[in-house]
């Protein structure tokens, strides 16, 4: 017998808390018609990511968030943060960190590739991912939403373990829609993804079949259980610095970023001196 999409929501929510429930229920989901925003975002599978991520940011991570009260509640917002660990559990557990610390839906900006992939490109559209275009993000900064950008991308993600914690090519383009779009940014370090699967090799021929940039070959098959820390800095209003036309000059943008990627330099900083271990 084939399982209902309506069960699963179900099944999602008793096996989250009456507190989690409430929180979802509170959601702002810009519902365009169709159940779902004009992203595809869905109400019902942000319920089902929060029960899927629910073990993993409590008893496998076991996740310590500190700075959430630095995020605005409501309007548009950008977090910057640093990106690595081979497959993308450090957007997972930041997406879930928002939901239970904020109440608020992250969007990530995902590569365009992921898009692409069977199924997982559409879940992680229900649960509130976007693709990389810039009228994308513009959209949702304009509908006063909270936007998850990794400024390193592909490149952050993929790092060799002797980089850990070194960030890589600093994209600017958050800079310049934050000055464009009066958002603040938030910077924000993940610390303990860099050790949950280091790698040992790419494999692009292989990746390009799946139109990724490579398939990773990784010293251990599933992520280690290493403890998460996700460190949320002061709100940095960049349009406040810098003028709107700013937006549009390169070097006033270079400038901008640089800001935004010393502020996460200082907070991974922060999080490597305030842990004994990574599994601690």
């Known amino acids: 017998m084939a399982v209902r999409p309506q069960n699963l929501f179900d099944l ?14 509170e959601l702002e989901v810009k519902d365009a018609g169709t159940g779902y925003d004009a992203f595809g975002l869905s109400a019902d599978h942000v319920a089902l990511g929060m029960a899927l991520t629910k073990p993993l940011y409590e008893r496998y991570f076991r996740v310590i968030s500190k700075g959430a009260e630095n995020v605005p509640r409501q309007g548009p917002a950008i977090l910057a943060g640093n990106h690595s660990g081979t497959l993308p559990f450090d957007a997972m557990m930041l997406w879930a960190d928002c939901l239970r610390q904020l109440g608020r839906v992250a969007r990530p900006v995902g590569d365009p590739f992921i898009a692409s992939v069977p199924f997982i490109g559409t879940f992680f559209a229900r ?3 976007v693709g990389a275009a810039r009228e994308n993000v513009r959209a949702l900064l304009e509908a006063g939403e909270l936007v998850m950008i990794f400024p390193e991308g592909v490149p952050g993600i993929g790092k060799p373990f002797h980089e850990r914690y070194h960030l890589t090519h600093w994209r600017v383009g958050h800079a310049a829609l934050a000055i464009r779009h009066r958002a603040p940014v938030v910077p924000v370090a993940i610390v303990g993804a860099e050790e949950q699967m280091p790698q040992v090799a790419k494999l692009r021929r292989l990746g390009q079949l799946f139109g990724a940039p490579y398939v990773p070959l990784t010293l251990t098959p599933f992520p280690l259980p290493v403890r998460y820390r996700i ?22 943008v270079k400038a901008a970023a640089g800001i935004v990627r010393a502020a996460v330099e200082q907070l991974i900083e922060t999080g490597l001196q305030e842990r004994k271990g990574i599994f601690r």
């Open 12 to 25: 999602a929510r008793r096996l989250l808390s009456p507190e989690e429930n409430e929180r979802l229920r």
């Open 127 to 129: 649960g509130g991912m």
């Open 231 to 252: 460190h949320y800095g002061e709100p940095i209003a960049l349009h406040d610095r810098f003028e709107p036309s700013d937006a549009d000059d390169p070097k006033k």
